[in-house]
């Protein structure tokens, strides 16, 4: 049998057919001895096939194959540093929620995600939530952020998930494709989707005032059928995205602004880091390449962790 992956619990995984049967389902342990260095081999949005296998009065399938990907969004596990997390696969597009505070999404982990996001080819979409809550100065810190990645290519979109500002836009993007949202905990991802789709009612959860972060109420990845012929995987709140598999002489690709500049550098492997005639340098002189962007991908080419984390990835 065939069917898509609907939840992931870690050993447990609903899938679903095409005929709309859904079935418990288990992998075989040879899965997690093929050389998979992943925390779930099976990810939210895979194919798989199946065979169906009974104990008793219980009915449960057992996975013994994943068909190829078209995509996954990936990064470092947290809890386990030499192995990885795959977020979800067969993405059309990937809505990142970002806020000001309550929790504070800094530029480090936007710019982390979306290289991540260019680099296994997946669209992504800059949601920037809260916008009801925020004083004149953190609107124009807002449009200044959005007006930041429209320069680069990427589409931004201020919305409200409390107060419905701007969901039918979201909800058009979204129509015929399977989407994931993410960000860090607490900046209303399981609001917004329960703005999109009511009948859903995922729980939601107030900001700790202690911390000033969101506190979970996603644990497992999910998939959700909408009544609008579209398909949303909810996610986990993230702190840090690790980048996987990413060698720092590509790392520069992944920044369409600093991709389209390469070819004027003076040396076909310029890092723009201490290179002469580099043009992604000489772009930063004249404020034509974001300061912000540059401080990220050095550090990401440096190989240091995101430092910025407020949030465990329950994995």
């Not at 947290?78 to 192995?83: G, I």
């Not at 900001?207 to 990845?221: D, K, R």
């Amino acid at each position: 049998m065939k069917g898509t992956v609907y939840k992931s619990t870690g050993s447990w995984y609903t899938v679903k057919t095409a005929e709309g049967e859904v079935y418990d389902c288990r992998i075989k342990g040879r899965f997690r001895i093929k050389g998979i260095k992943s925390t779930n081999p099976v990810a939210v949005g895979d194919v798989v096939n199946f065979d169906l296998e009974q104990t008793g009065d219980t009915t449960f399938g057992v996975i013994h194959d994943i068909e190829e990907r078209i995509n996954y969004i990936i990064r470092k596990s947290v809890k386990l540093s030499k192995q990885t997390h795959i977020i979800a696969a067969n993405i059309d597009q990937v809505f990142l929620m970002i806020t000001l505070n309550n929790p504070k999404t800094y530029t480090i982990f936007i710019d982390r995600f979306l290289a991540t996001s260019e680099a296994y080819d997946i669209k992504t979409v800059l949601l920037f939530n809260k916008i009801d809550s925020y004083k004149e100065e953190e609107l124009d810190e807002v449009r200044y952020l959005a007006a930041l990645y429209r320069k680069i290519g990427y589409t931004c979109l201020g919305i409200s998930a409390k107060e419905g500002k701007n969901v039918e836009q979201v909800k058009e993007m979204m129509v015929g494709k399977t989407s994931m949202f993410s960000g860090h905990s607490g900046v209303g991802k399981s609001t917004l989707i329960n703005a999109i789709e009511p009948s859903l009612e995922l729980k939601t959860a107030e900001i700790s005032e202690q911390h000033l972060q969101g506190q979970h109420t996603t644990t497992f990845a999910e998939m959700y059928d909408l009544s609008f012929n579209a398909r949303i995987i909810d996610t986990p709140g993230i702190k840090g995205f690790g980048l996987v598999d990413m060698e720092k002489e590509e790392i520069g690709d992944y920044f369409p602004e600093f991709f389209a500049l390469k070819q004027d550098c003076k040396f076909n492997n310029c890092l723009h880091v201490d290179e002469p005639q580099c043009a992604v340098k000489e772009a930063l002189e004249y404020d034509e390449v974001s300061w912000s962007r540059y401080k990220s991908y050095l550090q990401m080419v440096s190989g240091e962790e995101d430092t910025y984390r407020f949030d465990d990835f329950d994995e």
